[in-house]
């Protein structure tokens, strides 16, 4: 059985169609692990940064009255005359949706303070 012109091209352009689309998938599932990579370096670089940011020459409070909280914001800095929540941002990064909650709340003053004892 002889195959004519048009079948052979048709089947080497199938054949290449596969080869596209198999070379597609896996330049796909390179990207993604390497985006997959670099998020993760991201957060593991804001962490450390993070932690270190208050010893920075630009930060405008005393270093030794900053407690670090880590969620939802990254602390506080317990200053004489002020609490002071501070979020720690780099790059383009942006505020979370519940950051965005916490900083209304204190914006509108809704913040109170509960002893509460153990008995």
């Known amino acids: 059985m002889r195959m004519d012109a048009w079948q052979v091209a048709t089947v080497v352009s199938f054949l290449f169609v596969l080869l596209l689309l198999y070379l597609l998938h896996r330049v796909t599932r390179?990207?993604?692990?390497?985006?997959?990579?670099?998020?993760?370096?991201?957060?593991?670089?804001?962490?450390?940064?993070?932690?270190?940011?208050?010893?920075?020459?630009h930060y405008p409070f005393d270093p030794t009255h900053f407690r670090f909280l880590g969620k939802p914001v990254d602390g506080i800095s317990f200053e004489e005359d002020e609490l002071v929540f501070i979020e720690f941002k780099t790059g383009t990064s942006r505020l979370?949706?519940?950051?965005?909650?916490?900083?209304?709340?204190?914006?509108?003053?809704?913040?109170?303070?509960?002893?509460?004892?153990?008995?």
């Open 96 to 119: 979370s949706a519940v950051q965005r909650h916490v900083r209304d709340l204190i914006k509108e003053k809704k913040v109170s303070w509960r002893e509460i004892r153990a008995s």
């Open 30 to 57: 390179s990207y993604h692990r390497l985006l997959k990579a670099k998020r993760s370096d991201a957060v593991r670089h804001g962490l450390a940064f993070e932690q270190l940011f208050p010893f920075a020459a």
